[in-house]
Each structure stands twice: as structure tokens, then as C-alpha cells.
């Protein structure tokens, strides 16, 4: 099963290399949407994703409409740890876009207004902390999605 992963706006280059690696070994599509924190050919993109960078199968948008625009009526879910219903209620689906905002502040209000139903959590188990990693969020999605 392919998955589509999509970053908005991602803000550090490490987490979209790591993201970048995780999505070939997964096979999944990697969608970036403008604007970056970073230049795409930052060192530190590279490193994380190492020597894998090149076999990535990956999809740049210069914005938000530009994306929504290009893939209208595709399967699509959003996440969100402000969202009430749990990654694992998720019914994937083959070639399903799994769409992830920014480190800072996560997706918009905006999209998150207009896909309510579609909005996922990752459920964290402790009060002190307010969310986690994007790579990892990624990596806890996309291999739940994986799962026989």
C-alpha cells in the first residue's frame, strides 16, 4: 500500500530529511508545500536523508491552493493534536494523502475548520507535553497504515 505524505510549510530540515528517507523505505510519496524554513539542498536535509535523497519520489507545491487544487477529490485525512478522534480509527486506504502542518504550529485553522471529520490525533498518554516530533508523528502514521 503507497501512502502520500504531505508536510505544509515544514520548518526543520531534518525532520523533512528524515521524513524524505522514511518515506522511500516505505514506499510512499513525499508532497512539500511552500514555504520551507530551509532550502531543500541544506546539508542537514541531506544528511538525515543520506544518500537516499536522489530515489525519493517527491512533489513540490509553491502554496497550499496549489496542492489542494492539484489533488481535489482525492482521500485525504489531517493531523492535529488538537483533534478528538484517534490515528487508529483511521481507515486507510492505498494512495491516501496523510496530510501533517508545521513543527510550530501545526496545520491552519483554516484547513483544520474545513476537514473536521478527516482530523486525527496521535493520543499522547502524559499532560506535560503538548506534541511530538513530526518525523516521528509521520513514522507512527505511516507504519500503523502499513500494519497487516
Known amino acids: 500500500m503507497a501512502y502520500n505524505i504531505v508536510l505544509v510549510e515544514p520548518e526543520i530540515p ?3 530529511g528524515n521524513i524524505g528517507r522514511l518515506s522511500l523505505a516505505s514506499g510512499s510519496n ?3 508545500v511552500k514555504p520551507f524554513g ?14 537516499y535523497w ?4 517527491l512533489h513540490i507545491y509553491e502554496n497550499i491552493d496549489e496542492f489542494f487544487l492539484k ?3 482525492k482521500k485525504m485525512v ?9 490515528h487508529w480509527s483511521i481507515d486507510y486506504q492505498d494512495d491516501m494523502f496523510l496530510i501533517f502542518g508545521k513543527e510550530s ?20 498518554f502524559n499532560n ?21
Open 105 to 124: 504550529t501545526g496545520l491552519s485553522a483554516n484547513i483544520l475548520e474545513a476537514h473536521p471529520d478527516k482530523t486525527y490525533k496521535i493520543p499522547m
Open 128 to 148: 506535560h507535553i503538548r506534541s511530538l516530533n513530526l518525523a516521528n508523528a509521520v513514522s507512527i502514521v505511516v507504519y500503523e497504515g502499513l500494519r497487516p
Open 14 to 16: 531534518n525532520n523533512t
Open 38 to 51: 530551509f532550502e531543500l539542498n541544506d546539508k542537514r536535509v541531506k544528511r538525515a536523508g543520506l544518500d
Open 54 to 57: 536522489q530515489h525519493i519520489s
Open 30 to 32: 513525499l508532497h512539500l
Open 71 to 73: 489533488h481535489e477529490g
Open 78 to 86: 489531517f493531523f492535529s493534536s488538537q483533534a478528538t478522534s484517534s
